[in-house]
């Protein structure tokens, strides 16, 4: 059985970081690219960030320059780096893990920026 699991989200003030992570537990095999997205009320889903296994990345312009992904495959785990936060940045994020013949997602973490 496979688990994904977030963790980092909060409240944090608009200008704020926080630092997403996200792990993978159980039978997973053949990953070959994670990603976050997010889903703000009222919105569909959305892509954030993903990174391959072999390292590129790819950003929505909406975070480009602020936040940063990264991953330990070793680990099978992902962070997200979120600087200059937002309030557009609200949203519950997920995380996925991305194999060959399937996707795995996490329940998610909601992050709110306000002050």
């Known amino acids: 059985q496979v688990q994904i699991v977030e963790s980092g989200g909060g409240l944090v003030q608009p200008g704020g970081s926080l630092r997403l992570s996200c792990a993978a537990s159980?039978?997973?095999?053949?990953?070959?690219?994670m990603g976050w997205y997010r889903q703000a009320p009222g919105k569909q889903r959305e892509l954030v960030a993903t990174v391959m296994r072999v390292g590129n990345t790819n950003y929505a312009d909406s975070v480009k320059d602020r936040f940063t992904i990264s991953r330990n495959n070793a680990k099978n785990t992902v962070y997200l780096q979120m600087n200059s936060l937002k309030p557009e940045d609200t949203a519950v994020y997920y995380c996925k893990f991305i194999a060959y013949d399937t996707d795995y997602w996490g329940k998610g973490t909601l992050v709110t920026v306000s002050s």
């Open positions: 159980g039978s997973i095999f053949n990953i070959y690219a």
